[in-house]
């Protein structure tokens, strides 16, 4: 096995599988190495809705990123898909941001207006108008149909994104993680010493491990994004092919259903603030399938496949960290919150694009890992 | 591999695995197949209380077979643990029936009914009495304390019996199922041909296939157990260890929740009509987290680390089918409905002693799989 390489990721979420299978089609020898399996941390639970949950994430220097990276999406599928011999789920269906009380009408008035500032088509739908494109939704108050808005599965796009790396001549190293970095006293990084005993050599390794990246106690404090983790449970449901629950994803508070192929539908989320545990929480769940299947009492004739939870990296200032860090060899690729799939294409694009010596794209400038962060109002956990 | 035994069980639940460790006890050479994994059809579905959920297991035939098996079951369990080397999570903590309204009074007044005359010891007690041996419960009308109720962790119970099987020498080959049944015409049975192609020969085949028995294609449809599947979704729950939710099994409309070792908690289940899906239902598993949050508000703390759905196998007059078919060479173990964890040591044994020549015990002899059946107002779908 090689064990040097020109660029090392740590972590196979959707950030850190984009970074290499982007460097690796630009010819650089790229190893991963993931503790667990790829996307377990954040990614797969992900909705996969192609459009922030949060209106701050179409404002400031993060909405220009955010709207960077939509436009990236659909072409990054496609070669995706045909990289990896396989769909990954992407539907153009649009969604329907729906609210059912007097405080959600509030934000969805939020959300229009955010959509308005970002220049994003959208339609303001009352009840009937709601009723008539999802007749199956009950108590809705008013919508906003936005048809541009798409959705991946995010389970296929995890599998497509390996499949494609693997294809790239990407090796991709499971269940190891680091234990220490390589490198002559303060000097760079040059590589990681991991939990099997080997090493993996680099001139550049990218942190891309989510809500853990603040845990890489293989690396000086310092150097360690100040991301926690932000919990998201999520049901995933099993139906009829032929009689989907709804005809698009449809969003409100308590996150979303969304349809996917083959009878599936995702549904949730939560967003809580509860530390590293892994396992979903008896009254997310509960709260989930309550106000879900009160909304669209199609559900209640749908099955469970599985319920889980993902941690989503949240920094303080809501800002992702995407670029080198205040250690020389040491790339950052993380927090971005509710936004990961989103940025996928841009954080792959633009640490592909340094680690290839052609420096960051300027829309990531603001994303500066050595920054100085403080709590700010974009970090909302508002549960939208 | 030997292809030839003295006894082959169609099945690796509870019930087909207490018959093959019984019967390898006594001498005989025994095979199992199973088509799965041991215990994935209802056994480790089940919440493992060692008390029947309906009154009429209580009563008549069925009911001297209960206080058999339940008074077989303390033995069984230590000389399992004995024989497997590890524990079966018994537990003597007792079980408090509960009742919220009054038509569940009315259901608690049947079980204190059929308690009395089962001669088994039990109190009544008011809310205030309730609230003072489960202070974590809410909306409490009225219980009963039953003392000796006992219950097992079937998880472990599942495994322990595998294990005491195989040390005793049983030869347990898995993801394997009969294709056909091997006999001469209309004679005997005297093995299977299986889906891997290869034969097992035995001059007595048990078909121990819970809710799957009346599906063996591999057998004339006069030989299938007319047992029909009760589905019953459950959650298992994680916790602190140190802060059980409650200190023995709360039992109750829409099932149980049972503290079991580790922090662990079983909560459920419903009984529900919905042939062979196997996936937990969006209403049910919805309607006992709603049920048991409101009951006991500490649930909202804990953590799901899993739902699923078991499949009881249910006969159409309430009782199981222990003894010999109507084919030569076939006997069957299934039917026991909602009472399958209860009965196995019986079943077990009888089926045992049958292969060994040593004839049925008095006991199940109401459950001849030869017998008429009708529906019975004994095959309730009541949800306690």
């Given at each position: 096995m090689?064990?040097?390489?020109?660029?090392?990721?740590?972590?196979?979420g959707?950030?850190?599988?984009?970074v290499?299978?982007?460097a690796?089609?630009?010819?650089?020898?790229?190893?991963?190495?993931?503790?667990?399996?790829?996307?377990?941390?954040a990614?797969t639970a992900?909705?996969?809705?192609?459009?922030p949950?949060?209106?701050h994430?179409?404002?400031?220097?993060?909405?220009?990123a955010?709207?960077?990276?939509?436009?990236?999406?659909?072409?990054?599928?496609?070669?995706?898909?045909?990289a990896?011999d396989?769909?990954?789920?992407?539907?153009?269906?649009?969604?329907?941001?729906?609210?059912?009380?007097?405080?959600?009408?509030?934000?969805?008035?939020?959300?229009?207006?955010?959509?308005e500032?970002?220049?994003?088509?959208?339609e303001r739908?009352?009840?009937?108008?709601?009723?008539?494109?999802?007749?199956?939704?009950?108590?809705?108050?008013?919508?906003?149909?936005?048809?541009?808005?798409?959705?991946?599965?995010?389970?296929r796009?995890?599998?497509?994104?390996?499949?494609?790396?693997?294809?790239?001549?990407?090796?991709?190293?499971?269940?190891?993680?680091?234990?220490?970095?390589?490198?002559?006293?303060?000097?760079?990084?040059?590589?990681?010493?991991?939990?099997?005993?080997?090493?993996?050599?680099?001139p550049?390794?990218?942190?891309?491990?989510?809500?853990w990246?603040?845990?890489?106690?293989?690396?000086?404090?310092?150097?360690?994004?100040?991301?926690?983790?932000?919990a998201?449970?999520?049901?995933?449901?099993?139906?009829?092919?032929?009689?989907?629950?709804?005809?698009?994803?449809?969003?409100?508070?308590?996150?979303?259903?969304?349809?996917?192929?083959?009878?599936v539908?995702?549904?949730?989320?939560?967003?809580?603030?509860?530390?590293?545990?892994?396992?979903?929480?008896?009254?997310?769940?509960?709260?989930?399938?309550?106000r879900?299947?009160?909304?669209?009492?199609?559900?209640?004739?749908?099955?469970?496949s599985?319920?889980?939870?993902?941690?989503r990296?949240?920094?303080?200032?809501?800002?992702?960290?995407?670029?080198?860090?205040?250690?020389?060899?040491?790339?950052?690729?993380?927090?971005h919150?509710?936004?990961?799939?989103?940025?996928?294409?841009?954080?792959?694009?633009?640490?592909?694009?340094?680690?290839?010596?052609?420096?960051?794209?300027?829309?990531?400038?603001?994303?500066?890992?050595?920054?100085?962060?403080a709590d700010?109002?974009?970090?909302?956990?508002?549960?939208?």
């Open positions: 090689p064990d040097s390489f020109d660029l090392l990721v740590v972590g196979a959707v950030i850190g599988l984009s290499a299978w982007r690796a089609q630009r010819g650089l020898a790229v190893c991963v190495v993931e503790r667990e399996r790829p996307g377990v941390g990614s992900a909705a996969g809705l192609l459009g949950s949060e209106p994430a179409w404002t400031g220097p993060l909405g220009a955010t709207r960077a990276a939509l436009e990236a999406w659909e072409d990054f599928a496609l070669e995706l898909e045909r990896a396989g769909p990954v789920g992407l539907r153009r269906d649009g969604a329907l941001h729906i609210a059912t009380d007097t405080a959600e009408v509030a934000a969805l008035e939020e959300t229009a207006a955010a959509l500032a970002a220049g994003i088509a959208f739908l009352d009840a009937a108008a709601c009723a008539r494109i999802e007749p199956g939704l009950r108590t809705v108050a008013a919508g906003l149909l936005v048809p541009g808005e798409a959705q991946v599965d995010t389970g796009l995890l599998a497509r994104l390996a499949r494609a790396c693997t294809r790239a001549g990407v090796q991709i190293d499971i269940g190891v993680e680091p234990l220490s970095a390589i490198r002559g006293g303060d000097g760079p990084v040059e590589g990681v010493r991991l939990s099997d005993g080997t090493e993996r050599l680099a550049l390794t990218v942190l891309a491990c989510g809500a990246s603040s845990q890489a106690t293989w690396l000086p404090e310092a150097a360690r994004p100040p991301v926690r983790p932000l998201g449970e999520y049901v995933l449901l099993a139906g009829d092919p032929e009689r989907p629950p709804v005809s698009r994803a449809v969003r409100g508070r308590l996150g979303s259903i969304v349809p996917r192929a083959g009878g539908a995702w549904l949730g989320t939560t967003v809580r603030d509860a530390g590293y545990a892994r396992l979903p929480a008896v009254a997310a769940v509960r709260d989930v399938l309550e879900w299947t009160r909304l669209l009492p199609a559900l209640e004739g749908l099955s469970i599985s319920v889980g939870c993902g941690l990296p949240a920094s303080p200032d809501g800002l992702p960290f995407v670029g080198p860090s205040a250690i020389e060899g040491l790339a950052v690729a993380t927090g919150g509710r936004n990961g799939i989103i940025h996928a294409p841009l954080a792959g694009e633009a640490i592909a694009a340094l680690a290839a010596g052609d420096g960051l794209p300027a829309v990531v400038g603001p994303f500066d890992p050595r920054r100085a962060v700010a109002p974009g970090t909302t956990t508002a549960d939208r």
